[in-house]
C-alpha cells in the first residue's frame, strides 16, 4: 500500500522515521542527499537494510516499468536522437538532410526551438 507523508518540520520527520517499521517499507526519496539521510537514520536503528529500503523516485519507476515488462529499456535523451537521427538518416527525406537543418524545419524560430527543448520533446539539434 503506498502512503504518502507531507513533512513540515524536522521534528515530524524524525517522529515518522521512528513509527514506521523500516523491516517492512520502501521509503521513495526526491534526491541522492535525501536518500543518503535516509539511509543513515535507519543503519542507526538497524545493522543492515535492504538495498531497496530507500529509493529515489526515478529509481521506483524505473523497477516498476521493468516489473511491468522486462522488455522495456529507458534511455537518455542523447542516446534517443541518436538511435531516431540514425533511422531518419537512410530514408533521405528532405527535411532531414542533416541535424541542423531538421531542427530548422521542425521549429523555424528560435523561441519555438528552446521551447519544445524545455517541454523535453525530442527534436534533432
Known amino acids: 500500500m503506498l502512503k504518502v507523508h ?4 524536522a521534528q515530524e520527520k524524525q517522529n515518522l522515521f521512528t513509527a514506521v517499521a523500516s523491516h517492512k517499507s520502501t521509503w521513495v526519496v526526491a534526491d541522492v542527499q535525501s536518500r543518503s539521510f535516509l539511509q543513515n537514520q535507519l543503519l542507526s536503528q538497524n545493522p543492515l537494510i535492504e538495498e531497496s529500503s530507500v529509493m529515489i523516485a526515478n529509481e521506483l519507476w524505473k523497477e516498476l516499468l521493468f ?4 522488455e522495456y529499456r529507458l534511455i537518455s535523451e ?11 538518416r537512410p530514408r ?4 532531414a ?5 531538421s531542427s530548422a524545419d521542425i ?3 528560435g523561441a519555438t526551438r528552446a521551447h519544445s527543448r524545455a517541454s523535453g520533446q525530442f527534436c534533432f539539434a
Open 78 to 88: 542523447d542516446l534517443a536522437r541518436s538511435l531516431v537521427w540514425e533511422w531518419v
Open 97 to 101: 538532410r542533416t541535424a541542423a537543418s
Open 92 to 95: 533521405q527525406l528532405p527535411w
Open 107 to 109: 521549429a523555424a524560430d
Open 6 to 9: 507531507f513533512i513540515k518540520t
Open 67 to 70: 516489473i511491468s515488462d522486462p
